[in-house]
């Protein structure tokens, strides 16, 4: 037996102290060379010939904005500088940060004359390498001649800049990263090959293994697969992302996108319900917003209207808060604008309440994609309510909003309140007793829709044209074809209230009780929280035999 002697004892704790000491030492060194994990925002590293004193706070900031906390980006660049002026690639950072979220759509004239004002200070700090001239010279085209060259136009040029620099540096895992992620930003919503997404899906599954605690890989697979047929390839993406950087507001939001698209509701409200507080934390007015139009959507479609009455109540207090110039988050202001009012319109439809939903208040904001969500409501509201005289007046005001759309050059938002102004056009004519036409208008808006992607900005359609088709067909006594809009809705927004109990009821006036019996048992297994009345008809209808 050995005896050790206190004097030993404690040499041989030194000893163990030292060891462990220098594992410690050795570990950080490692992470300090490989890329430090920055605490809450995931693992992130990006070579770099500033100094080493920064590189800490240099990955930090690239893993923020690998989550789009655009504001708290540019706060570490601007250390990084501080601390090294020399570093060209802190510049190239801010640049990227006030280009902001690349699905937007909008960025202010303050943030488009910062980001110019970043990419010359990185061109003055005389970058250090070729790679990391490349990078700088890659964001300035998002950048050059924005006041005469269209953002399309642009971000094409980047992308194509991104993929030569991927294929220049290969040894440069953060390159095919930002490839993948121009990739995504430069997919057509009318492109249902999904060339562009399933590129940039690949690319980013081939990162995974060797970074799987990298934000950017995680997140932006989920935008890559945010479209019916490819969502259930981001689902284990939408699982991860969250628990990688559970700091950063927009990572505990965007899994939503991925649970919205598979009609997983009751984890879209816990990811949103964690999102909009740490959002509220920072005071990211627009990001609260966001992460609430997703929560409430999902309250809706499972039938907890109480719930979804109080995200309404809180809306408008946030709404003051909203700061147009601001880095700030993942959600710009138009997101904020949008939400405010999508969020109103989605409570008042989704329980079929149309006086409440043509009585809706207007606003008018800088963004008439937005301000159309409320005519949209008020126009079907007061259609399904008996007064096509107040719904055509609400469809003038769309017709007028698309047409400054469309002068604007504004597409995709132009296309989609002309679905909004022929759906509710319909309804009108329906409202008049024109309803064979009625129909026809409404088939030409469900195809329109169909045809198209939705934006990142919204959870899905305020009240989707082929649901509301299902919906008329029932009104003139056509059950089958009511019962095949329902099914085929499903199939681009599963696990809809309104879908489900449209084609419970449209099974049943076709004959088919055993149908009709499974979907309203679907309604009640969705909705165990619900409040909402129809949901006492679903009861007794599910247990008849």
């Known amino acids: 037996m050995t005896i050790v002697t206190m004097r030993g004892l404690a040499v041989l704790l030194l000893g163990l102290a030292i060891g462990v000491g220098s594992a410690r030492t050795a570990e950080a060194q490692h992470q300090h060379e ?82 110019q004002a970043a990419v010359d200070k990185a061109r003055n700090a005389a970058p250090k390498t070729p790679r990391e001239r490349d990078y700088i010279e890659a964001v300035a085209l998002l950048y050059k001649d924005a006041g005469t060259v269209d953002t399309r136009t642009r971000t094409v040029a980047y992308e194509k800049a991104m993929e030569k620099l991927a294929d ?20 057509l919503p009318t492109d249902r090959t999904y060339g562009n997404l399933l590129k940039a899906g690949a690319i980013l599954e081939r990162e995974l293994p060797a970074q799987p605690q990298h934000p950017g890989i ?18 284990e993406a939408a699982r991860r992302y969250s628990k990688i950087a559970p700091d950063a507001p927009h990572a505990l939001h965007m899994p939503s996108h991925t649970f919205t698209r598979l009609g997983y509701w009751n984890e879209s409200i816990e990811t ?35 719930a979804a009455r109080k995200v309404v109540e809180a809306a408008p207090a946030i709404g003051v808060r909203i700061q147009g110039d601001a880095a700030g988050n993942a959600a710009p202001a138009p997101a904020g604008f949008y939400a405010l009012a999508a969020i109103p319109a989605r409570q ?31 126009a079907l509201g007061a259609a399904r309510s008996g007064d096509p005289k107040a719904a055509g007046a609400a469809i003038e005001k769309l017709a007028s909003l698309g047409a400054v759309l469309k002068d604007k050059n504004e597409a995709y938002w132009a296309n989609q309140v002309e679905i909004q102004r022929r759906a509710a056009t319909a309804w009108m004519m329906f409202a008049e007793g024109r309803k064979e036409e009625a129909v026809t208008t409404l088939s030409e808006a469900a195809t329109m829709e169909d045809a198209t992607e939705k934006s990142a900005v919204t ?40 879908s489900i109990e449209g084609a419970a009821r449209a099974a049943q006036a076709s004959g088919d009780a055993a149908k009709a019996r499974s979907y309203y048992a679907k309604l009640i297994e969705l909705c165990p929280r619900g409040d909402r009345p129809d949901l006492e008809a679903a009861r007794k209808a599910s247990s008849q035999r």
């Open 459 to 498: 959870p899905g359609p305020i009240k989707p044209a082929r649901e509301l088709l299902g919906e008329m067909f029932l009104e003139v006594g056509r059950p089958a074809e009511a019962l095949a809009a329902f099914e085929e809705t499903m199939t681009r927004e599963p696990n809809r209230f309104r």
């Open 168 to 187: 220049t540096y290969r040894d440069d895992p953060e390159a095919r990263i930002f490839y993948a992620l121009a990739l995504d930003q430069t997919a």
């Open 348 to 378: 008042a439809l989704e329980r079929n309440a149309w006086k409440e939903a043509a009585a809706l208040p207007a606003r008018e904001t800088a963004f008439p994609w937005a301000d159309a969500i409320t005519h949209y409501a008020r």
């Open 34 to 115: 490989s890329g430090a994990a920055a605490q809450g925002l995931g693992k992130v590293h990006f070579d770099t010939s500033c100094s080493k004193e920064v590189t800490a706070d240099f990955d930090r900031g690239v893993a923020l904005l690998h989550s789009f906390w655009f504001s708290a980006a540019i706060e570490t660049f601007d250390k990084v500088v501080a601390k090294d002026p020399g570093c060209a690639m802190a510049h190239w950072g801010i640049a990227m940060s006030w280009w902001g979220n690349p699905f937007a759509g909008f960025r202010s004239t303050k943030a488009i004359a910062l980001g």
């Open 218 to 235: 995680a997140h932006y697979i989920i935008h890559s697969y945010d479209v019916p047929p490819l969502a259930p390839k981001a689902l």
């Open 272 to 306: 949103n319900l964690a999102s909009a507080a740490a959002a509220r934390k920072d005071n990211a007015a627009t990001e609260e917003l966001h992460a609430l139009d997703y929560q409430v959507y999902a309250y809706l479609q499972t039938a907890q209207d109480a």
